[in-house]
């Protein structure tokens, strides 16, 4: 691995085009997969058991130390609006306010960048069995199905609640997937207009199909290529959300790193350029193999060398993964991101292999740290 020559390659301009760079805080769709796949498994949950949104020590440990300015914090639709009552604006004030604390801990206290994410793969109504169960979103032809209106009435809600804090990004959805694209494009448009007529001018992230794979953006006869660029923003204030894994079906399941980004990013880059748009990769990772690290660096590097890339977070960190790996559940339990994970044999864990080895040293020096979060950064 050549550190030298590419973080002397970032810091002489490329890494300027990067302006928001972390890590994804996994933690809060923790406590509901049950292998029976029964409804309403581990609903709603004990906090700081079950599931939890983030260590403010660890949070900490990245943003003093490290000057990471950039948290994905995961959170699930049925946890904020019960099933009980539905999608839309009645929420779990209880959960509500958790929630609120661990975003405003990092965007308040520590100064960084906060994206909202609801780990919910375009579903509603059953997380038992994640990323599959519960009904689409829009699903005209499911009467167990939250509607596209729903959708909207829930973001006009939970921005309405975040629209003074312009450090709040609003990430509309992980993950759609096996659903028309059409329906895809029409949820992040109804979110879109609901964010925009609560006032709120929050940079908003919005995805595409198929699991929103940056390789698979122009692939099949449904393609995120084809329409997803006609969104409209009156703000122009709407980026990409991109994931993109290095493993052999792009899943981030498998040890092995063999997909290489620039290779599989090629298309999506191209579009995002004819269509003038920036994006982030929310989702990226890999195990600590000589492989990944060399993928994993030239994914960040990727990044810095094209314009079209303003901000990236990383798979795993999170309260609760203990020593599990995020990357690879076919490999030992090597820990994820989270500072002083350790292996399950008591060794170094991700957090050392990969985080500290591999990207904190191609973290840019000049993220931003100041004002709202932006697409228009000059």
């Known amino acids: 691995m050549k550190f030298t020559s590419t973080l002397a390659s970032l810091l002489t301009g490329a ?10 805080e996994s933690g809060g769709e923790f406590g509901v997969w049950s292998a029976t796949a029964t409804k309403g498994t581990g609903l709603p949950g004990r906090f700081g058991i079950d599931y939890k949104f983030i260590d403010e020590s660890t949070v900490a440990t990245f943003v003093d130390s490290q000057k990471v300015n950039l948290f994905r914090v995961a959170f699930l639709l049925e946890r904020m609006c019960p099933p009980a009552t539905g999608l839309g604006a009645t929420f779990n004030e209880t959960h509500f306010d958790l929630y609120k604390q661990a975003i405003d801990y990092i965007t308040v206290t520590k100064g960084a960048y906060a994206i909202l994410d609801p780990h919910n793969y375009m579903r509603y109504n059953d997380p038992s069995s994640q990323p599959y169960s519960g009904s ?39 993950e759609p997937h096996d659903m028309a694209t059409s329906l895809v494009l029409a949820n992040n448009q109804a979110a879109i207009d609901a964010i925009r ?87 990226f990772g890999g195990s600590n193999t000589t ?51 350790k292996a399950a044999d008591g060794s170094d864990g991700l957090y050392t292999t990969v985080w500290q080895k591999v990207l904190l040293p191609l973290l840019p020096t000049t993220l931003a740290w100041e004002g709202t979060a932006t697409v228009k950064h000059e």
């Open 15 to 24: 890494s300027a085009t990067i302006y928001y760079a972390g890590v994804a």
């Open 197 to 283: 007529a609560a006032d709120a001018e929050n940079l908003i992230i919005m995805p595409g199909n198929s699991w929103t794979g940056g390789h698979a953006w122009a692939e099949g006869t449904d393609p995120s290529s084809a329409i997803m660029q006609n969104f409209e923003d009156p703000l122009g204030n709407t980026a990409i959300d991109i994931h993109e894994y290095l493993d052999v079906d792009f899943s981030g399941s498998h040890q092995a790193c063999v997909s290489d980004p620039a290779t599989n990013l090629a298309e999506v880059t191209a579009w995002l350029k004819t269509n003038n748009l920036k994006a982030f990769i929310t989702e």
């Open 291 to 341: 492989e990944c690290a060399t993928m994993l660096a030239d994914m960040v590097n990727y990044m810095a060398d094209n314009e079209e890339y303003i901000g990236w977070t990383a798979w795993a960190a999170g309260p609760f993964w203990g020593s599990a790996s995020p990357c690879c559940s076919d490999s030992a339990q090597y820990g994820s991101l989270e500072p002083g994970s």
């Open 136 to 174: 689409v979103i829009g699903n005209s032809s499911d009467p167990t199905a939250a509607t596209t209106a729903q959708f909207g009435e829930f973001w006009g809600e939970l921005a309405g609640r975040f629209k003074d804090n312009g450090k709040v990004i609003f990430g509309l959805m992980n």
